[in-house]
């Protein structure tokens, strides 16, 4: 378990398309800070539909992309923003909000 301050704490959420073909909603809770994380629901791009309807309850600013392994067109979620209703992502990355450094 990362330290602390070398997390995001608070969670950050995600739809998928379940097995079933219905909407799924996961979440991340108090993911690490600076590290690109591929989404494992939708890692693979040839076989699964991106993520969608991020939320960023977090204390860090969340930066959700395109692709895996934080590849790709980008967007920037502020911390404990409101969730969006667009936007597709396979890879988020957390880091410092401009007020915590």
Not at 38 to 44: H, I, N, R, S, W
Not at 46 to 68: E, H, I, M, Q, R
Not at 71 to 96: A, I, K, W
């Amino acid at each position: 378990m990362p330290a602390p301050d070398r997390v995001a704490r608070g969670e950050f959420s995600y739809a998928v398309i379940g097995l079933d073909g219905k909407p799924l909603r996961v979440s991340l809770v108090d993911p690490p800070r600076g590290e690109c994380i591929t989404l494992p629901e939708v890692a693979d791009p040839g076989s699964s539909s991106p993520a969608f309807a991020p939320a960023n309850n977090t204390d860090a600013l969340a930066t959700a992309w395109t692709n895996p392994d934080c590849s790709g067109e980008y967007v920037v979620l502020q911390p404990h923003g409101e969730p969006q209703t667009r936007g597709e992502l396979r890879s988020v990355r957390f880091d410092l909000a401009q007020a915590d450094e």
